[in-house]
């Protein structure tokens, strides 16, 4: 923000400002500072500005405090990272920098933005599609291949992914997860990956029905494509079946190796392996 004020106002603001402010000439050099500033920068380093330009600061330690015209940092004696916003104050031939102590602002949006970034690692489910995504996918995996186990039951994973949609992640793979809910079993499970691609999760399903349902998606997506106006999407899928020694993670390992075999043979067909 930026205010003119007359030149006696403005120097009994400089001389009686709680705040650290400093002013500078016409040429961005240093002509005096208050009382708060010195406090701030000490007296030695506080003394060593005046009549230097900004530009000639660099090693200096007050340098963070003009790098930026809004905003400036400064390590205090204690160690600890001050934060400050800077208002400028226009005077006769000069200006004035007035540092407002935003710390305490800076570290709730340092919480803030931590306790979000937690909360996105430690989520079930990927927000885009709302199905689960991959750690939560292998926390209900596990017990599925707990029982195929145990019973030594087929089970098949699908790793699909598409790819032409305009506007994927505003819409179409949301679609996409629709359609798939719809089409699969209420003991399928249904996942995304943290690249995008679709899991399906189909207990007591051989390698071969997961392959024939495979291709009754890859044709219902190809249709949805044209119902929301887009290309034909480009659908790739991997598939593999449950084998006696195999956790979550080796099944959905092995699903994705299966897809990048397709990708890499520009081939939509499944490789089972």
Not at 14 to 33: F, M, T
Not at 96 to 118: C, G, M, N, P
Not at 227 to 233: F, I, M, Q, V, Y
Request: hydrophobic share 40%; proline share 5%.
């Amino acid at each position: 923000m930026t205010a003119i004020l007359p030149a006696e106002q403005a120097q009994r603001i400089l001389e009686q400002a709680p705040l650290p402010l400093v002013v500078l000439d016409g040429n961005d050099r240093i002509i005096s500072y208050n009382l708060a500033f010195e406090r701030l920068l000490g007296p030695a380093a506080a003394a060593q500005l005046c009549g230097r330009e900004i530009r000639q600061l660099s090693g200096h330690p007050a340098q963070s405090l003009f790098a930026s015209k809004t905003r400036a940092h400064w390590h205090d004696t204690g160690g600890g990272q001050r934060h400050y916003q800077v208002a400028t104050i226009e005077l006769d031939q000069a200006r004035a920098r007035l540092y407002i102590d935003v710390s305490r602002q800076a570290e709730l949006e340092s919480q803030e933005k931590k306790l979000k970034d937690d909360l996105r690692q430690n989520s079930l489910t990927d927000p885009a599609t709302g199905l689960l995504n991959q750690r939560g996918l292998l926390l209900a995996l596990e017990p599925q291949v707990a029982r195929s186990r145990r019973y030594n039951n087929p089970m098949s994973v699908i790793m699909m992914a598409l790819s032409d949609f305009a506007n994927a992640e505003k819409c179409s793979h949301l679609e996409v997860a629709r359609l798939l809910k719809d089409q699969l079993r209420w003991a399928d499970l249904i996942g995304r990956s943290p690249g995008g691609e679709f899991l399906l999760i189909l207990p007591e399903t051989s390698p071969e029905a997961a392959a024939a349902l495979a291709d009754k998606l890859t044709r219902l997506i190809g249709e949805l494509s044209t119902r929301l106006g887009e290309p034909p999407a480009a659908v790739s899928y991997g598939i593999t079946g449950w084998r006696r020694s195999d956790n979550a993670g080796s099944l959905i390992n092995r699903a994705a190796a299966a897809l990048a075999q397709a990708r890499a043979a520009q081939d939509s067909q499944a490789i089972a392996l």
